[in-house]
Protein backbone atom coordinates (compact mmCIF):
# COMPACT_ATOMS: atom_id res chain seq x y z
CA UNK A 1 0.00 0.00 0.00
CA UNK A 2 1.32 3.17 -1.03
CA UNK A 3 1.98 6.08 1.65
CA UNK A 4 -0.49 7.98 -0.81
CA UNK A 5 -3.24 5.38 -0.17
CA UNK A 6 -3.00 5.53 3.19
CA UNK A 7 -2.77 9.34 3.66
CA UNK A 8 -6.15 9.02 1.81
CA UNK A 9 -7.62 6.42 5.10
CA UNK A 10 -6.38 8.96 7.69
CA UNK A 11 -7.71 12.09 6.29
CA UNK A 12 -11.03 10.10 5.91
CA UNK A 13 -11.54 9.72 10.02
CA UNK A 14 -10.98 13.26 9.79
CA UNK A 15 -15.06 13.13 9.07
CA UNK A 16 -15.72 11.95 12.01
CA UNK A 17 -14.87 15.86 14.03
CA UNK A 18 -18.25 16.79 12.63
CA UNK A 19 -20.44 13.78 14.30
CA UNK A 20 -20.86 15.55 17.33
CA UNK A 21 -20.94 19.42 17.02
CA UNK A 22 -23.13 21.33 18.57
CA UNK A 23 -24.90 22.30 15.31
CA UNK A 24 -25.35 18.18 14.76
CA UNK A 25 -28.10 18.65 17.77
CA UNK A 26 -31.10 20.17 17.77
CA UNK A 27 -31.23 22.71 20.92
CA UNK A 28 -32.04 20.17 24.02
CA UNK A 29 -34.52 22.85 25.50
CA UNK A 30 -38.18 23.09 24.95
CA UNK A 31 -39.80 25.57 22.64
CA UNK A 32 -40.59 28.61 24.78
CA UNK A 33 -44.14 28.70 24.05
CA UNK A 34 -46.43 29.14 21.77
CA UNK A 35 -47.12 32.79 21.88
CA UNK A 36 -50.98 31.89 21.69
CA UNK A 37 -52.94 34.24 23.25
CA UNK A 38 -56.12 31.93 24.50
CA UNK A 39 -57.01 33.99 27.35
CA UNK A 40 -59.78 34.13 29.48
CA UNK A 41 -63.35 35.57 28.21
CA UNK A 42 -63.34 39.15 27.05
CA UNK A 43 -64.41 41.67 29.79
CA UNK A 44 -65.53 44.45 26.80
CA UNK A 45 -69.24 43.47 27.37
CA UNK A 46 -71.83 43.84 25.17
CA UNK A 47 -72.52 39.72 23.74
CA UNK A 48 -72.22 40.29 20.46
CA UNK A 49 -69.13 42.35 20.79
CA UNK A 50 -67.89 39.87 22.76
CA UNK A 51 -68.46 36.64 20.82
CA UNK A 52 -66.67 38.31 18.20
CA UNK A 53 -64.03 38.87 20.51
CA UNK A 54 -63.68 35.28 21.27
CA UNK A 55 -64.39 33.65 17.97
CA UNK A 56 -61.19 36.09 16.60
CA UNK A 57 -58.96 34.52 19.65
CA UNK A 58 -60.03 30.73 18.68
CA UNK A 59 -58.43 31.80 14.96
CA UNK A 60 -56.10 32.98 15.35
CA UNK A 61 -55.31 30.51 18.42
CA UNK A 62 -56.12 27.36 15.82
CA UNK A 63 -53.97 28.84 13.04
CA UNK A 64 -51.06 29.11 15.61
CA UNK A 65 -51.58 25.96 16.84
CA UNK A 66 -51.71 23.97 13.19
CA UNK A 67 -48.04 26.13 12.61
CA UNK A 68 -46.42 24.96 15.14
CA UNK A 69 -48.39 21.02 14.80
CA UNK A 70 -46.66 21.14 10.79
CA UNK A 71 -43.22 21.89 12.41
CA UNK A 72 -43.15 19.17 14.30
CA UNK A 73 -44.49 17.04 11.71
CA UNK A 74 -41.67 18.12 9.02
CA UNK A 75 -38.78 17.56 11.71
CA UNK A 76 -40.29 14.05 12.56
CA UNK A 77 -40.60 13.10 8.79
CA UNK A 78 -36.90 14.94 8.12
CA UNK A 79 -35.62 12.42 11.33
CA UNK A 80 -37.09 9.06 9.83
CA UNK A 81 -35.34 9.85 6.68
CA UNK A 82 -32.35 10.08 8.31
CA UNK A 83 -32.33 6.84 10.72
CA UNK A 84 -33.36 4.49 7.14
CA UNK A 85 -29.50 6.02 6.13
CA UNK A 86 -27.97 5.23 9.06
CA UNK A 87 -25.28 2.48 8.95
CA UNK A 88 -24.80 0.49 12.35
CA UNK A 89 -28.93 0.16 13.17
CA UNK A 90 -30.10 -3.02 12.27
CA UNK A 91 -33.31 -3.35 10.31
CA UNK A 92 -35.26 -4.22 13.56
CA UNK A 93 -33.99 -0.94 15.51
CA UNK A 94 -34.74 1.29 12.96
CA UNK A 95 -38.44 -0.26 12.36
CA UNK A 96 -38.78 0.45 16.36
CA UNK A 97 -37.52 3.91 15.87
CA UNK A 98 -39.34 4.76 12.98
CA UNK A 99 -42.59 3.15 14.81
CA UNK A 100 -42.01 5.51 17.70
CA UNK A 101 -42.03 8.80 15.10
CA UNK A 102 -45.06 7.51 13.08
CA UNK A 103 -47.28 7.41 16.97
CA UNK A 104 -45.78 10.68 16.97
CA UNK A 105 -47.27 11.67 13.79
CA UNK A 106 -50.64 9.90 14.49
CA UNK A 107 -50.75 11.94 17.71
CA UNK A 108 -49.84 15.56 16.29
CA UNK A 109 -52.86 14.58 13.60
CA UNK A 110 -55.11 13.34 16.39
CA UNK A 111 -54.32 16.85 18.23
CA UNK A 112 -54.99 18.88 15.12
CA UNK A 113 -58.04 17.19 14.27
CA UNK A 114 -59.09 17.86 18.28
CA UNK A 115 -57.79 21.83 18.21
CA UNK A 116 -59.52 22.38 14.76
CA UNK A 117 -62.74 21.46 16.33
CA UNK A 118 -61.96 23.45 19.47
CA UNK A 119 -65.08 26.24 20.17
CA UNK A 120 -63.79 27.89 23.26
CA UNK A 121 -61.08 29.39 24.52
CA UNK A 122 -60.63 27.47 27.84
CA UNK A 123 -60.14 24.26 25.99
CA UNK A 124 -58.71 25.61 23.11
CA UNK A 125 -55.66 26.78 25.64
CA UNK A 126 -55.60 23.54 27.27
CA UNK A 127 -55.08 21.62 24.01
CA UNK A 128 -52.41 23.87 22.47
CA UNK A 129 -50.40 23.92 25.73
CA UNK A 130 -50.71 19.73 25.61
CA UNK A 131 -48.63 20.52 22.35
CA UNK A 132 -45.27 21.24 24.48
CA UNK A 133 -46.28 19.56 27.87
CA UNK A 134 -47.39 16.20 26.81
CA UNK A 135 -45.78 15.04 23.68
CA UNK A 136 -42.06 16.89 23.59
CA UNK A 137 -41.30 16.70 20.52
CA UNK A 138 -38.78 19.03 20.22
CA UNK A 139 -37.46 18.86 23.90
CA UNK A 140 -36.90 15.00 23.64
CA UNK A 141 -37.75 13.43 20.40
CA UNK A 142 -35.91 14.77 17.68
CA UNK A 143 -32.71 15.44 20.20
CA UNK A 144 -32.95 11.82 21.02
CA UNK A 145 -33.23 10.85 17.32
CA UNK A 146 -29.97 13.11 16.56
CA UNK A 147 -27.85 11.85 19.63
CA UNK A 148 -28.68 8.16 17.93
CA UNK A 149 -27.99 9.31 14.27
CA UNK A 150 -24.57 10.95 15.54
CA UNK A 151 -23.79 7.78 17.40
CA UNK A 152 -24.22 5.70 14.50
CA UNK A 153 -22.42 7.91 12.42
CA UNK A 154 -19.40 7.45 15.48
CA UNK A 155 -19.96 3.39 14.65
CA UNK A 156 -19.21 3.59 11.00
CA UNK A 157 -15.80 6.01 12.00
CA UNK A 158 -14.83 3.08 14.28
CA UNK A 159 -14.87 0.73 11.08
CA UNK A 160 -12.92 2.94 8.56
CA UNK A 161 -10.34 3.65 11.40
CA UNK A 162 -9.90 -0.06 12.38
CA UNK A 163 -9.69 -0.93 8.78
CA UNK A 164 -7.05 1.75 8.77
CA UNK A 165 -5.22 -0.42 12.00
CA UNK A 166 -4.96 -3.12 10.29
CA UNK A 167 -2.86 -1.73 7.17
CA UNK A 168 -0.81 0.36 9.53
CA UNK A 169 -0.15 -2.58 11.91
CA UNK A 170 0.91 -4.90 8.69
CA UNK A 171 3.57 -1.86 8.13
CA UNK A 172 4.59 -1.22 11.27
CA UNK A 173 5.30 -5.18 11.83
CA UNK A 174 6.67 -5.86 7.97
CA UNK A 175 9.61 -2.84 9.06
CA UNK A 176 10.11 -4.80 12.94
CA UNK A 177 11.25 -7.99 10.67
CA UNK A 178 13.29 -6.43 8.43
CA UNK A 179 15.33 -5.31 11.84
CA UNK A 180 13.84 -1.62 12.03
CA UNK A 181 13.02 0.40 14.67
CA UNK A 182 9.49 0.76 15.47
CA UNK A 183 9.13 1.62 18.80
CA UNK A 184 7.50 4.38 18.43
CA UNK A 185 5.07 3.68 16.20
CA UNK A 186 4.35 0.93 17.94
CA UNK A 187 3.36 3.56 20.70
CA UNK A 188 1.34 5.59 18.65
CA UNK A 189 -0.33 2.50 17.46
CA UNK A 190 -1.28 1.50 20.65
CA UNK A 191 -2.95 4.59 21.31
CA UNK A 192 -4.73 4.41 17.96
CA UNK A 193 -6.53 1.41 19.07
CA UNK A 194 -7.38 2.89 22.74
CA UNK A 195 -8.72 5.88 21.26
CA UNK A 196 -10.68 4.15 18.25
CA UNK A 197 -11.89 1.35 21.16
CA UNK A 198 -13.17 4.07 23.38
CA UNK A 199 -14.92 6.31 20.79
CA UNK A 200 -16.67 3.62 20.06
CA UNK A 201 -17.44 2.71 23.84
CA UNK A 202 -18.92 6.34 24.05
CA UNK A 203 -21.28 6.04 21.28
CA UNK A 204 -22.90 2.98 22.02
CA UNK A 205 -23.33 4.20 25.79
CA UNK A 206 -24.60 7.81 24.21
CA UNK A 207 -26.95 5.39 22.59
CA UNK A 208 -28.25 3.16 25.67
CA UNK A 209 -28.28 6.34 27.15
CA UNK A 210 -31.29 8.13 25.41
CA UNK A 211 -32.92 5.18 24.14
CA UNK A 212 -34.45 4.22 27.16
CA UNK A 213 -36.18 8.11 27.53
CA UNK A 214 -40.03 8.91 27.60
CA UNK A 215 -41.96 12.03 27.34
CA UNK A 216 -42.58 13.66 31.03
CA UNK A 217 -46.27 14.76 30.08
CA UNK A 218 -45.89 17.40 32.41
CA UNK A 219 -44.01 15.59 35.40
CA UNK A 220 -41.65 18.37 36.28
CA UNK A 221 -39.07 15.58 38.12
CA UNK A 222 -38.68 13.27 35.08
CA UNK A 223 -38.14 16.93 32.41
CA UNK A 224 -35.02 17.49 34.33
CA UNK A 225 -34.11 13.76 34.15
CA UNK A 226 -34.78 13.21 30.44
CA UNK A 227 -32.57 16.47 29.54
CA UNK A 228 -29.53 15.59 32.39
CA UNK A 229 -29.88 12.50 30.09
CA UNK A 230 -29.85 13.79 26.80
CA UNK A 231 -26.85 16.41 27.46
CA UNK A 232 -24.57 13.50 29.32
CA UNK A 233 -24.96 11.83 25.77
CA UNK A 234 -24.23 14.30 23.50
CA UNK A 235 -20.94 15.15 26.28
CA UNK A 236 -20.29 10.93 25.59
CA UNK A 237 -20.88 12.02 21.75
CA UNK A 238 -18.15 14.87 22.43
CA UNK A 239 -15.59 12.28 23.84
CA UNK A 240 -15.65 10.33 21.06
CA UNK A 241 -15.14 13.34 18.34
CA UNK A 242 -12.00 14.05 20.75
CA UNK A 243 -11.18 10.14 20.42
CA UNK A 244 -11.16 10.24 16.74
CA UNK A 245 -9.10 13.76 16.65
CA UNK A 246 -6.19 12.26 18.89
CA UNK A 247 -6.64 8.40 16.67
CA UNK A 248 -6.23 10.83 13.34
CA UNK A 249 -3.55 12.29 15.04
CA UNK A 250 -1.03 8.85 16.05
CA UNK A 251 -2.16 7.54 12.65
CA UNK A 252 -0.29 11.07 10.70
CA UNK A 253 2.51 10.02 13.56
CA UNK A 254 3.02 6.49 12.69
CA UNK A 255 2.79 7.13 8.83
CA UNK A 256 5.32 10.07 8.91
CA UNK A 257 7.53 7.45 11.05
CA UNK A 258 7.35 4.56 8.57
CA UNK A 259 8.28 7.14 5.59
CA UNK A 260 11.52 8.19 7.69
CA UNK A 261 12.23 4.33 8.06
CA UNK A 262 12.21 3.77 4.47
CA UNK A 263 9.39 0.65 4.63
CA UNK A 264 8.41 -0.51 1.27
CA UNK A 265 4.89 -0.52 0.10
CA UNK A 266 4.85 -3.63 -1.41
CA UNK A 267 4.53 -5.19 2.39
CA UNK A 268 0.60 -4.64 2.34
CA UNK A 269 0.39 -4.07 -1.23
CA UNK A 270 -1.75 -6.56 -1.33
CA UNK A 271 -4.29 -5.15 0.87
CA UNK A 272 -3.95 -1.34 -1.19
CA UNK A 273 -7.45 -2.26 -3.06
CA UNK A 274 -9.54 -2.90 0.11
CA UNK A 275 -7.68 0.53 1.89
CA UNK A 276 -8.90 2.46 -1.30
CA UNK A 277 -12.88 1.12 -0.54
CA UNK A 278 -11.72 1.99 3.13
CA UNK A 279 -11.45 5.61 2.09
CA UNK A 280 -14.74 6.11 -0.02
CA UNK A 281 -16.72 4.49 2.46
CA UNK A 282 -15.60 6.98 4.85
CA UNK A 283 -16.12 10.13 2.45
CA UNK A 284 -19.86 9.10 2.19
CA UNK A 285 -21.03 9.60 5.50
Do not use: C, W
Request: charged content about 20%.
Amino acid sequence: MTHKKLNSIIASIALAASFATANALPALAQTAGLGISVGASSSLGGGTLEANVQANLVIRGKARADQEITRRDDALNKLNTRIQSMQKLINSEKASLSSTIQAQLNDMATLKAKIDADTDTATLRTDVQSITKAYRIFALVIPEGAIIAAADRAETMVDTANTLGVKMQARIAADQAAGKNVSAELTAYADFQAKVADANVQAQAAVSEVSVLTPDNGDQAKMQANLAALKDAHSKLRVAQQDFVAARKDAGTIVKGLMKLGGRASASGSASGSASGGATTGGSQ
